[in-house]
């Protein structure tokens, strides 16, 4: 018999969509996939000689388990040069992913029935980890109107005495939501009067910004010490198969987290660190030209969608992600005959009759709307978008 830590969580509904389309795809039918968030693009090539260099350098052993020293420094450098916030080394743990920085984090403060705060929509590896730590989630659910951003009073009326741990992402998976500088300030006002409650700020999409313009919680130097902030190179750098996320935190939630992790996979890989030093110190124009092709596919995505009656949508002001609301198209019908009664519905349905892979609502806390994403080629993407008008017309 399995372990009943296995009835906590569920799978990741991103990862259960690629896989269902993967299968389809292996059936020979064509397959849209606007499910998973992976940048379309290649490593820039600076990343890749560091790497290459690292190899015929022999960086082939056990690595220490928070990091190499002078990869930790150069996230200390860019920590400071983007993001005016002050670390030292120690204060930084490298891990296999931001996934497995979140674990580490989770699994290092929470304990069973210690309440952890989600505003909705958030990404959906959030609530699992919490589960899988025995904690409770609490979720509070925000809107459409309000920018899917929580609010100082929203945020008050939830924490309780028992509440360990607050999770959010700005930017933000699934809805590209940015906190400004002033609604941070107005949450941390909150989080001043509960000093109890610790801060994870999920930083991962910083570069995938449309406004040029990113703020962290972590520069607030009240709740400093309660921040923790993830980041990592998946995203920014094109680099998602290098596994090298990253955390900033106090001095003992940095040790908590290397004392979790050296029980898991010790240290994160060597190749993968030393292209991270030319990652975060070295040239930032691909960066910025993967970022500047972004914002072209979404104005055509959500172009594509405004002309679609019934979804509701707004632009996203960084990640690559369209969050439109769909619930309109909730108790048609589709030409087969079967009946579309909530989101997990419809994207069954653009799966298998338009051959477009996105991800229900549900998973990230808002079931009222789908996620699909915009790393794709403007070509493909035109293709997708185009199915969904399609299909979504033909349901009566």
Aim: aromatic share 8%; proline share 5%.
């Amino acid at each position: 018999m399995l372990s009943s830590l296995l009835h906590r969580f569920n799978e990741p509904e991103t990862l259960k969509m690629a896989k269902l389309g993967r299968a389809l795809r292996e059936a020979g039918h064509d397959i849209t996939d606007l499910s998973l968030g992976e940048p379309d693009f290649n490593t820039p090539d600076h990343i890749k000689e560091a790497a290459k260099q690292a190899i015929d350098e022999n960086y082939s052993h056990y690595t220490p388990v928070a990091g190499y020293l002078d990869v930790r420094k150069a996230i200390c450098t860019k920590l400071e040069r983007d993001n005016n916030l002050v670390y030292t080394p120690e204060q930084i743990i490298i891990s296999t992913g931001a996934k497995q920085c979140i674990a580490n984090l989770v699994l290092s403060i929470v304990d069973v029935d210690d309440e952890v705060i989600i505003p909705t929509p958030y990404w959906v590896t959030y609530s699992e980890i919490v589960r899988l730590a025995g904690g409770t989630v609490k979720l509070v659910r925000t809107s459409l109107t309000s920018g899917y951003k929580i609010n100082p009073q929203q945020l008050e009326d939830a924490i309780t005495p028992k509440t360990k741990l607050f999770m959010f992402s700005s930017p933000c998976n699934p809805t590209g939501a940015l906190y400004t500088k002033d609604e941070l300030a107005g949450l941390v006002r909150v989080f001043e009067k509960h000093p109890q409650v610790y801060i994870m700020s999920d930083e991962i999409y910083e570069h995938i910004n449309y406004t040029g313009n990113h703020e962290s919680i972590a520069s607030f130097p009240s709740i400093k010490d309660r921040v923790i902030v993830i980041n990592g190179l998946s995203k920014g750098f094109a680099m998602t198969g290098w596994r090298l996320g990253y955390l900033a935190a106090s001095n003992e939630i940095a040790r908590a987290c290397e004392k979790v992790q050296g029980q898991f996979t010790s240290g994160t890989s060597a190749i993968s660190q030393r292209a991270t030093i030319a990652a975060l110190t070295g040239d930032l124009t691909p960066t910025k030209e993967m970022t500047a092709q972004f914002l072209q596919r979404r104005n055509k995505v959500i172009e594509w969608l405004q002309a679609i009656p019934g979804v509701q949508v707004e632009t996203p002001p960084a990640a690559f992600y369209v969050f439109p609301d769909v619930h309109a198209f909730f108790g048609k019908t589709t030409p087969s005959g079967n009946k579309i009664e909530n989101a997990d519905d419809l994207c069954m349905y653009l799966l298998n009759d338009a051959h477009v892979s996105t991800v229900s609502g549900k998973a990230f806390g808002e079931p009222n709307c789908i996620r699909m994403s915009f790393a794709n080629s403007l070509n493909n993407l035109e293709k997708g978008f185009s199915k969904i008008k399609k299909a979504l017309e033909a349901l009566h």
